[in-house]
DNA sequence: TCAACCAAATTTCTATAGAATTTTCCGCTA
DNA sequence: TAGCGGAAAATTCTATAGAAATTTGGTTGA
């Protein structure tokens, strides 16, 4: 049994993000979804340069860490490397892949591609509804006045800037026409959400929310272009769109590991 | 143990492919490669149409018919659904999606970006030795009179032509300047390549070789592009050459299955 | 007849042990 | 000192058992 409480505290100063808190109760894993809930904890890891580029993961040690069996760990470390997020070596495990700018800088070229690609495609094909009740949350989300928000306010203003960003791809890749391109950019989304969430929290620690008004800006210069049925200026917005994140998360991520 | 060689014939009823031959001897997995050699035999099955649309793929029935346990299947299961093969259900487990000409229009529009946009950026930046060695064998391959081929000759004639076909495709890949974009279109190529060697075997069993004359044709085209340095005509060749692949491929997988 | 429900069978999921492989480290030799 | 085995340690990989979850099939009651 590897859910030794005791034995696990000394395993934590290899681990720079749990803090005093034990990770038995910290997470609570559901039988059948270990291992996402691995994925996602390694991701933001890896994102937020807690496990360094080359790093080599070891199963065991991660095991004592998530307080769980070597066998959903492996799992979770398979369905990373076919991310691309590590590397995977028969016989020789994993090790962690640099995410530096230039990285961020490849994905986000490719995302803008597919993306771009998708947008086009869904021009016209989503519900009128929808698009115009976006728009409305976009212009009072690119309204509010960020230099002046309570914590609480923050937090909820983060909280729906997240929704309404999830809706709008979303709602891009249900309607492009192309289950394929849409299951791709989940993927990516998946990537990009934990690069928005690392750098969002960052910003929360900061108290520095400009970002959060701008990206609403270009949400809503892509919405607006998709009511009026236009899709190269659908397309013209996201790629502008992609273009931004792009720079931002090249500034807050280090120069370039490794 | 698993490996009941008398028991497994029992099984071989439920699997189309393997004859009176045991699985045992037919395939030697070896340690650390068992994920990959499963994920790559029940590819080619999925592509073959011998695992249908919607079909519950059940562990302890693979590992049996693979003579590995059950272990290595579920690794290569989640990897499958990783690359959108499967859908995979949490405690519920695996179900083929469906691959029928819609998908492969789909994939093929998702490659055709891609790879486009690969080959975009790599003109200019690939050595001219290697280019004009791949100029001459696709030449050469162009050449073949197709219908007079010994069964030796087509063996040999599909082989230089895989192999053409994989040197051409990783060379622009690997001069893309974007190792993101080069790692998805090797996942991307992973996929071709089941298709191309699934349609290539029914080529060989119809003593049809038309299509790989085509092939060393369109590949002629990008290569001399490339060799122009004429970043548009080679994109668009590249383009030519998948639209005409997707094509193909449509029409000989089964209409849309499911 | 049909829905609800329970038990049995099936299947997924996880932990664990041990085999195979790789890595590390130490003594030895040139 | 540098290079070369070779044993020991560490790690990956696979098989297997049993727990948890789902599916199935039949039975009861309205």
Redesign the pocket.
């Known amino acids: 049994?590897?859910r030794d409480c005791g034995a696990s505290l000394l395993n934590n100063q290899s681990h720079p993000m749990s803090g005093s808190n034990n990770n038995s109760t910290q997470l609570r894993?559901?039988?059948?979804?270990?291992?996402s809930q691995v994925m996602a904890a390694l991701l933001s890891e890896v994102f937020a340069g807690h496990l360094r580029p080359g790093q080599?993961?070891?199963?065991?040690?991660l095991?004592e860490r998530f307080a769980?069996?070597?066998?959903?760990i492996?799992?979770a470390l398979i369905a990373l490397a076919g991310m691309g997020v590590l590397d995977w070596?028969?016989?020789?495990?994993?090790v962690v892949r640099s995410v530096g700018r230039r990285e961020v800088e490849e994905i986000c070229q490719v995302r803008r591609l597919l993306e771009c690609a998708a947008t086009r495609r869904a021009c016209g094909g989503i519900g009128l509804v929808e698009l115009e009740r976006l728009r409305q949350t976009f212009l009072e989300l690119q309204q509010v006045d960020v230099h002046r928000l309570t914590p609480r306010q923050a937090r909820r203003f983060i909280d729906r800037a997240r929704a309404a960003d999830n809706a709008l791809h979303d709602l891009i890749a249900a309607s492009c026409g192309n289950s394929f391109l849409a299951q791709e950019l989940e993927r990516l989304k998946l990537l990009f959400r934990v690069f928005r969430d690392v750098a969002w929290q960052q910003e929360d620690a900061r108290h520095d929310y400009r970002r959060l008004a701008t990206e609403a800006g270009e949400h809503l210069a892509i919405v607006e272009a998709l009511l009026r049925n236009d899709p190269r200026q659908a397309a013209q917005a996201m790629s502008a769109h992609i273009r931004s994140g792009a720079r931002y998360w090249g500034r807050t991520l280090p120069a370039n590991a490794c």
């Open positions: 049994m590897p894993y559901d039988r059948g979804r270990r291992r080599h993961l070891v199963t065991q040690q095991a769980v069996s070597h066998t959903p492996r799992e070596l028969p016989n020789r495990g994993a």
